[in-house]
């Protein structure tokens, strides 16, 4: 059984930094695809970034492309979220991800295997 636990939310103010971490146990860290998601109050959970399990190949949603930097730590087995310049619309709960077995790339709800708690992110104007 995997464990997923997020850290590195907070308030901060527009044009600021946060950086997420997510630590994994329980499973090989290095044999998933990992991913982050946030959801927003009345709104559905969305895909933000996703990593290769050996993190040589990242994807990241149109919103945060330029902003944001995904990467992960196979031997910390822990995974990272930079976000930069950063707006109130970036306001929502933060999830970390990891895929099912066989994915490749965790960028849809379906292709996750195990969530996080989640960690709030406010970013205020």
């Known amino acids: 059984q995997v464990q997923l636990v997020e850290s590195g939310g907070g308030l901060v103010q527009a044009g600021g930094s946060l950086r997420l971490s997510c630590a994994a146990s329980g499973r090989t860290f290095s044999s998933y695809a990992m991913g982050w998601f946030r959801q927003a109050p009345g709104k559905e959970r969305e895909f933000v970034a996703a990593?290769?399990?050996?993190?040589?190949?990242?994807y990241y949603a149109d919103s945060v492309k330029g902003r944001f930097t995904i990467s992960r730590d196979n031997v910390k087995n822990t995974m990272y979220l930079q976000m930069n310049s950063l707006k109130p619309e970036d306001t929502a709960d933060y999830y970390c991800?990891?895929?099912?077995?066989?994915?490749?790339?965790?960028?849809?709800?379906?292709?996750?295997?195990?969530w996080g708690q989640g960690t709030q992110v406010t970013v205020s104007s």
């Open positions: 991800a990891q895929g099912k077995s066989i994915i490749l790339a965790v960028t849809t709800t379906q292709q996750v295997g195990a």
């Open positions: 990593i290769s399990r050996s993190g040589g190949t990242t």
